[in-house]
């Protein structure tokens, strides 16, 4: 099996994750998925797309991603792993993945802050006199 890209993103974070047969091995941004992720709860949602579809400890991922938070690059290597499973084998893993939900982008994005308040609904204090 050749390696195969797909891309990932959730709110300002933008995942490229190249998938490759081997050992269950996952590098973030050259370091180990340990490293860079520290909470578990993090680490679950990166391997939730391999244990959906049963094939834990079967690809090698490498990811290169940038921008957000910890929490928004969880999700976009969650939605990027998708995507790349669904180009290895698409009738195998496709709708499993289609009914955990792992392979819709969740398009919530922060509303920009608006001019004269202090921030994007809320306004300052109404006084009357």
Request: aromatic share 8%; hydrophobic share 35%.
């Amino acid at each position: 099996m050749e390696q195969t890209h797909a891309l990932g993103r959730r709110k300002a974070a933008v995942a490229r994750v190249y998938l490759t047969a081997g050992t269950g091995n996952i590098t973030v941004n050259d370091r180990p998925l340990e490293t860079y992720f520290p909470l578990e709860s993090l680490r679950y949602v990166v391997n939730q797309p391999f244990e959906v579809t049963g094939t834990l400890g079967q690809f090698d991922v490498k990811v290169t991603i940038n921008g957000g938070g910890i929490k928004g690059q969880a999700e976009a290597i969650r939605l990027g792993i998708s995507r790349a499973l669904c180009e290895v084998n698409k009738e195998a893993y496709r709708s499993a993945l289609k009914a955990a939900g792992f392979l819709t982008r969740d398009s919530r994005e922060v509303e920009r802050k608006k001019p004269g308040q202090p921030g994007a609904r809320r306004r300052f204090q109404f006084s009357k006199r």
